[in-house]
């Protein structure tokens, strides 16, 4: 019997970073850099207006107010993305669009509400400290700037200045493909009759979800029956395919292990009891002729999840390039009564309460218990040698909410 | 001039809770529910093994022990997804696996680890309680119980149960699709090298990005020029693709507003000044026959983004069904300095360190310092009244991350 410890160390290290691949920027939202990025050009690339107005040379506002405004002929007109082929003198206005290419000659902007906003003249109201208004070349970044480190997170403030200095594709770790399986001859597809015996294939939905939730690729193949050569068929179809495989089901102690058997037909496979609860029986290992990682979860639900927060969500964090691979753990008081195995770690399905309380959910903490798990937003971490956690007991709490709620 | 609050109820008012829609429960990830979930059935649906192991009359089995076990003919196997034909006798023992219904005449489970695993017959090293290692027929979930009500988020875990419960598709509040355009004339796509006065398009990826973030399903469309026509003909385009259109760009005080006059000869918009820094000139209204709401947003990228979290994210939220729908501000100490508009409300961009803190980042708040928004993950929100906060003062933060960081 592993610890969770041992046995997450084990399936961290059968998984890894993905290679880098080049993306175009639309397409890299919450991934990792996998380069340096150097500004092309400086930001702003040339002086421009930072507001609506008119070009001037300060000096001729001097002596503008409110009572005694300032008249100019206004000799041009330059919208943004077009430059002023005129030369401002002395005396003269040239209007001016915000993010404008500044005008030779000028030295400062008027904002249009300090004017009339005429077009042929213009009457200013105020005088201006010269070079107001200006957004002066490289002042934000200059041109070979290193903006951004290789293995930063890629979010949409992230993507604006990669845009902004140049890049139009990057190398970026990509996002993990995950192709989602769950197996037994009893699952059938969720809204089909049952007939007795059967039960809805709820894993590989759940699976795919929270894989989805932790950053990957995730896809969910229909379910398949316990019949080893139907398994290989399926994995075989994969293997070029995903960057990992998950499966559900099959690996439990029992006498029917074509899940097992697909495994070490397609490549090396380890399965292991974990000191859990639930989640005792876990197994992974890779396949084909890549070596792509698969890792097994028990079949129940319940123990399909808190495996996949306690293995998966980890490795597919390594894959995409993360450094923190864990959900951290946090402090809260228990309201409500547990007991635990005292040789295994339980993962008991609890929710946040006023307070920053947690109290267990769900009708038991059996492995089978769906309606608690849908009510559950906590994690209560019950460590080895603890056989009782009494109300009012401080606990160790993962908060698992996180995607888009 | 409108109070940042003031503004942001006119954008709410404008928008409303998208209508439901039926979707494959693959495709409910991050909506919320639009009906109350009943279970077709109850969880377990039938009594079976929580365990691998042998089905048995726990009576047969009082004098089982370490050094003196009984030995029991197994008389028949259930894999799970069958159903066993036999009746179990006082006696006998038959194979089972977890999850497989139990069979008539069993009343416990004894699992194969107390055993030697046989096949023909089987050697039990301990006694059992009666009804050990069955999960009973709706201890879970009864048959027709209101499992998730209306209006719950669906994650992974409640995917698990909707599936589980028996039903393949449901009615959610479906992701706003999101039409994302950057309007001016000097906007070339990100990678093109740059002629004098023109920039990269930031803005379209940027706020993208964000509103898929945001739980939206957002898509870019590329730049458009400064010219009303071209731009009625894209918004036309869009008005029976997109739920909400969103546009930077054009709103500014300038003398060029193709954007303003395209919004108004395709249906009704409104502009106002906003007393916030940056973010100021701001316009929303809704064009088209179906009344598709458009938001603008200044055309600046850390004007559009600080915008963007401020009215479209919650306007995204609202879309979506959800009852949360602005960032909690939390408190923080700041280390830095910075100076603010008393007439305004601002949005500076800082990031946390160690002990709670925050710290300004950038060369300076201007609004066109990008280099600063991507190493900012919070804003401080200073309010109107304040025209200086100190180093070690206590302000208000907003954590701007989120996604899948």
Known sequence: MLTVAQYLNLVLDSVTELPPMELPISEVNGCVLAEDIYA?????SFNNSSMDGYA???????????????????????????????TLHSGQAIRIMTGAPMPAGADSV??????????ESVQIRASIDLGSCIRHEGEDVKAGDLVLGKGTFIGPRQIALIAAVGHGSISVVPKP?????????ELVEPGTELKFGLISDSNSFLITAA?????????????????????????????????????????????YDPVKAAFLKLGTAEFHKVAMQPGMPQGFGSVGDLAIPIITLPGNPVSAYISFETFIRPAIRKMRGLGTLQRPLQSATIRGELN?????????????????????????QGSHVLGGLAQADALIVIPMGVDRIASGDEVRVINVTGGLA
């Open 110 to 119: 008027i904002p249009i509400e300090s004017t009339d906003g005429g077009s």
């Open 177 to 185: 493909r995950v192709a989602v399986l769950a197996t037994g001859s």
């Open 56 to 86: 001037v040379i300060s000096a001729d506002l001097v002596d503008a107010s409110e009572s005694s405004p300032v008249i100019l002929p206004v000799v041009d007109d330059i919208p943004a993305g077009f430059k002023s082929l005129e």
């Open 211 to 255: 894989a989805n939730d932790s950053g990957a690729d995730a896809y969910r193949l229909p379910p398949a029956q316990d019949d080893e050569d139907k398994l290989i068929h399926i994995l075989e179809d994969q293997v070029h395919r995903a960057d990992l495989i998950v499966t559900t089901g099959g690996v439990s102690m029992g006498a």
């Open 40 to 44: 092309r050009w400086p930001l702003p």
């Open 340 to 364: 635990s195995p005292v040789d295994k770690v339980q993962f008991a399905r609890a929710r946040f309460i006023e307070g920053g309380q947690v109290e267990p959910v769900g009708t038991g």
